[in-house]
């Protein structure tokens, strides 16, 4: 079993690097559809996070913690719930979506923006009212005025990022659903991961895996070094 | 060209606590005014509501000559309100004096003339590069005077400039609140104790008991 671990870890490096065509075609899909959801989902989210924070309307501690509680919903919930919308049958079975890339960034922006909006709600929370009274007093609109205090809150709304990325990109339960690990179109690396590993194949699990790891690594480097300019004053 | 400032039937309440009530009140170009009251009576919140910054409710500010701007609409651009511990931008000295001018379009060479000059004004050369988080609260008070001193303000709301600074750095406040003073700058400031700074104002108001109460002597104060 050892010998057998040794040698498909090395199969699996090996397919990294002769880069293996079908390995970083799923690789491809996975971040083209991670990295689209993060795009369209950050910016509204982190509003809604703002307005959380900013404005003090009835129900709004109901709202946060809506969306607290969707924060940690079940991937396949959250899949099945689109599978359900979005199947022949179901009221948007119109556009045809289902096992499509778009399917999954739709799956992938309802599972980031809740925890986009909870860290950015936080983020911003902890951000001082004068930040935003000095920004207004000393000329600012309301849209540069929001500017200045996402610039203000940027380590924190950074982190929310990665966070959401880390989320999305290795969830497996809404991608299979909804996505329907399609080889050359919706096969992303989880899903791709738990494939191999069911028909007993684990080098490209492996491979992939590894990459999944490595980036894990790297964005959380990133976050700390940035950080690390951002202390506490 | 003159700015003048009129406040008519001023109420604030939180909750069912009514704050202060205030029939008229008016602030012109050469006014100074020392806003006198007790820990809580509401100087804080009379100013924001004076500044555009919090809304009264009921009554109205307005100020004239107003200002082109349609969507900023309750607050003008040459009236300028400073929080008792200034709230600096991230960023260098340099980038907090920029703020401003930068909102209102000007270019980068215009940018960078007034910066130095009120680096050279505030005395805060030296600390130019520095990141403002690090600076003393006495250096943060003279570049939050800066910051607003760049931008040409008819109508300055101080809140107790002076808390927690020193003697020396209420010295220098003292000073360049005065020039703003000489350069016609109206100036109003909160304070519940008299300090070199409030010395400086022509006028006194008292807010107490919900009421603003104009050119009252208090002889305790000045004793
Ligand atoms: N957002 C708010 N909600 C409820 N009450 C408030 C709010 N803001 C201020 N208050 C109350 O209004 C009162 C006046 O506050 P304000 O800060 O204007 O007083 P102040 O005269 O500036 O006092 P100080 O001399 O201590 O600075 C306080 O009792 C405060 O608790
Ligand atoms: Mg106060």
Not at chain 1, 55 to 76: E, H, S
Not at chain 1, 111 to 120: D, E, K, N, R, T
Not at chain 2, 39 to 45: I, S
Not at chain 2, 77 to 93: A, W
Request: hydrophobic content about 50%; aromatic content about 6%; overall charge positive.
């Amino acid at each position: 079993m050892q010998d057998n671990l040794f040698e498909t870890t090395a199969l699996a490096l090996q397919l990294l690097f002769s880069f293996d065509p079908d390995l970083w075609d799923i690789i491809g899909v996975s971040f083209r559809v991670s990295l689209t959801a993060i795009a369209i989902a950050t910016l509204p989210a982190a509003l809604v996070g703002f307005l959380l924070a900013m404005l003090d309307f009835k129900g709004r501690t109901a709202v946060i913690a809506i969306f607290n509680a969707l924060m940690a919903a079940p991937t396949v919930v959250v899949g099945l719930t689109l599978y359900l919308l979005l199947s022949r049958s179901g009221p948007f079975g119109d556009f045809h979506l289902l096992f499509t890339q778009p399917a999954m960034v739709i799956g992938q922006v309802a599972l980031a923006f809740p925890l986009l909006v909870c860290m950015s709600h936080s983020a911003f929370q902890a951000i001082d009212k004068r930040a935003w009274e000095t920004a207004r007093t000393l000329g600012a609109n309301c849209c540069m005025a929001v500017i200045t205090i996402m610039r203000e809150a940027r380590f924190a709304l950074l982190a929310a990022v990665v966070a959401a990325f880390g989320r999305i990109i290795s969830e497996v339960g809404c991608s299979m659903m909804i996505g329907g690990n399609i080889m050359g179109y919706t096969r992303n690396i989880p899903t791709a991961i738990a494939l191999e590993t069911s028909k007993g194949m684990f080098a490209q699990g492996i491979a992939l895996g590894l990459v999944l790891l490595l980036l894990a690594l790297l964005l959380n480097v990133t976050l700390v070094s940035v950080r690390g300019k951002g202390r506490l004053v | 060209m003159n700015l003048e400032l009129n406040a008519t039937n001023l109420i604030k309440r939180f909750g069912a606590r009514q704050l202060f009530s205030i029939d008229t009140l008016n602030l012109k170009e050469g006014d100074s005014i020392h806003l006198n009251g007790d820990n809580g009576v509401g100087k804080t919140t009379l100013m924001k509501v004076l500044a555009g910054l919090d809304k009264p409710c009921e009554g109205q500010v307005s100020v004239t000559p107003a200002k082109r701007k349609l969507w900023s609409s309750n607050l003008h651009p040459r009236v300028i309100y400073l929080h008792q511990s200034p709230y600096i931008f991230s960023g260098t000295v340099r980038e907090n004096l920029a703020y401003g001018l930068k909102l209102r379009g000007s270019s980068r060479q215009q940018t960078n003339d007034a910066v130095d000059k009120a680096l050279s004004w505030s005395r805060l050369e030296p600390l130019a590069h520095q990141q403002a988080y690090s600076l003393s609260g006495g250096e943060k008070q003279r570049l939050a005077l800066a910051r607003a001193w760049v931008l040409n303000p008819g109508l300055l709301f101080l809140d107790e400039p002076t808390a927690n600074l020193d003697k020396k750095s209420v010295q220098n406040v003292a000073e360049l609140v005065a020039d703003l003073q000489n350069c016609g700058t109206a100036i109003m400031v909160s304070s519940h104790q008299s300090n070199p700074v409030t010395e400086l104002c022509k006028q006194n108001m008292l807010l107490t008991g919900g009421q603003l109460k104009k050119n009252v002597v208090n002889e305790a104060l000045y004793a």
